[in-house]
């Protein structure tokens, strides 16, 4: 037995405006938008479709020279206890800062890398760059605070990437706890097996691992107990949807009184004003991370926040 799978792709065409090969290229473009989707296998080229595969080949064209000329740039982004709002980590998150002086932001080119691969080589240098700032900290005396840095689903399955982790860590002389590697809901739970079974080998290392984007997706709360997970991140929309209503709330706490039963720590992403923090702080919630606190900053800029925590210390 067999199926057969229709997919529809149309593009105008303007015989006085447009060559067959426009028409035909445009076709492609609206197929290739689809391709896959068997949800919605219909689609028109439109200019905002052109617009899309003219930035990804724009993108595409300058990925690699863009990591050899140091154009990305770490981010870091403070993570507060809710508790007494010291400062617990900060994440990495990545800057694109173009030749042409662009700043381009990860929702514009993290899905072009994750799609041809070159996220594989972004990962490993936001690593590096995040071990490497932990490496100096201790070195300038400062007690240094975690830092939590995306993975994509690739490094679940390379033996070869979790060697490079290994090897990057040793390096730089650093604490593999002090790195905390966060793994999105929906790549946890994309091959359960194969995660636990990486998560196993990742803290016998010594990293921590965090589950990024808690909520955006459809995994049961009742796997939380077979993932070895140190931190539940609850994704921002999903606080956002569910603390509209009482039973929202219910869901969220529950969530949280779970977490805390497996020794789980919460955080709370992105929290932006005093509503969102008076509740998140009433369940006990042990984060908190957005624009309420700080917003991503250069790695100078927090080195500083690192400097003013050591002199209040004193």
């Known amino acids: 037995n067999f199926g057969v799978h229709i997919i529809q792709a149309d593009t105008p065409w303007d015989a006085h405006r447009h060559s067959p090969d426009t028409a035909i290229n445009g076709a492609l473009l609206a197929l290739n938008s689809v391709n896959g989707n ?37 981010y870091l982004q403070p993570k507060y206890y809710l508790k007494d709002g010291s400062m617990h980590s900060a994440e990495a998150l990545v800057r694109w800062y173009s030749s042409d002086g662009v700043i381009h932001y990860p929702d514009e080119f993290i899905p072009v890398f994750e799609e041809n691969g070159f996220i594989t080589e972004l990962d490993m240098y936001m690593l590096e760059e995040a071990c490497r700032k932990v490496s100096q900290w201790k070195q300038q005396g400062y007690k240094v605070s975690p830092v939590s840095v995306n993975q994509s689903r690739v490094f679940f399955y390379d033996e070869e990437y979790l060697d490079k982790f290994h ?36 803290h016998k290392i010594g990293f921590s691992i965090s589950m990024d984007d808690f909520g955006s997706g459809y995994s049961s709360l009742n796997t939380l107990k077979d993932l070895d997970i140190a931190e539940l991140k609850l994704d921002k929309d999903f606080l956002s949807e569910q603390s509209t209503s009482e039973r929202g709330k219910i869901v969220i706490e529950s969530v949280i009184h779970l977490a805390k039963a497996l020794s ?51």
């Open 38 to 74: 068997t949800s919605n296998p219909v689609a028109f080229y439109d200019e905002a479709l052109y617009e899309k595969a003219r930035k990804k080949i724009e993108i595409e064209s300058q990925m690699y020279a863009a990591l050899a000329n140091g154009e990305f740039h770490m």
């Open 167 to 202: 090897e990057i860590v040793d390096q730089y002389h650093i604490d593999p706890s002090l790195i905390i590697l966060e793994v999105t809901e929906s790549v946890a739970m994309s091959n359960l097996e194969q995660v636990k079974m990486v998560i196993r080998k990742l």
């Open 264 to 314: 789980i720590t919460t955080v709370a992403e992105g929290i932006e004003n005093d509503v969102q923090l008076d509740f998140m702080k009433s369940i006990c919630c042990d984060i908190g991370q957005g624009y309420y606190f700080a917003k991503p900053m250069p790695a100078e800029e927090f080195e500083r926040l690192l400097l003013k925590k050591e002199q209040e210390d004193v």
